[in-house]
C-alpha cells in the first residue's frame, strides 16, 4: 500500500521559514513527478511547487521564496519555504504521480496519491 507522509508544518511567523518533508513508501517514483498543493480555509487546493525528470516547477505566488527537492535514495520529497507570508497559511499536501505523463505538474488531476496534509500557519 502506498503511503505518503507529510511533516514539518508548524507556526512561524511572517519572514520565517519551513521545510516541509513527505516520505513515501510502498513503491518508489523514481522520475514520476511529485509535487506540493495547499489549500486555504473557504478556498480551493492549489498547486504550489513539483519536481520530475526534467526539474522544477512553482506557482507563481512562490517563486524565488520556495525550493523543491527529492532524493530518491529516501523516496522523499522536501518544500523549503523562505520569506512566509500570512497567505502562505493553509494546509499543505504531499502529491505523487504513479505513471510518467506528459502533462503539467500544476494539475491535481496528473496525480495518484496523495498524503492527509500538514498545517503550516503564518502569523502576522
Known amino acids: 500500500q502506498v503511503q505518503l507522509v507529510e511533516s514539518g508544518g508548524g507556526l512561524v511567523q511572517a519572514g520565517g521559514s519551513l521545510r516541509l518533508s513527505c516520505a513515501a513508501s510502498g513503491r518508489t517514483f523514481g522520475y514520476s513527478a511529485m509535487g506540493w498543493f495547499r489549500q486555504a480555509p473557504g478556498k480551493e487546493r492549489e498547486f504550489v511547487a513539483a519536481?520530475?525528470?526534467?526539474?522544477?516547477t512553482y506557482a507563481d505566488s512562490v517563486k524565488g521564496r520556495f525550493t523543491i527537492s527529492r532524493d530518491n535514495g529516501k523516496n522523499t520529497v522536501y518544500l523549503q519555504m523562505n520569506s512566509l507570508k500570512p497567505e502562505d497559511t493553509a494546509v499543505y499536501y504531499c502529491?505523487?504521480?504513479?505513471?510518467?505523463?506528459?502533462?503539467?505538474?500544476?494539475?491535481?488531476?496528473?496525480?495518484?496519491?496523495w498524503g492527509q496534509g500538514t498545517q503550516v500557519t503564518v502569523s502576522s
Open positions: 519536481i520530475n525528470w526534467s526539474g522544477p
Open positions: 502529491a505523487a504521480q504513479g505513471l510518467v505523463r506528459k502533462a503539467p505538474m500544476f494539475l491535481a488531476s496528473v496525480y495518484d496519491y
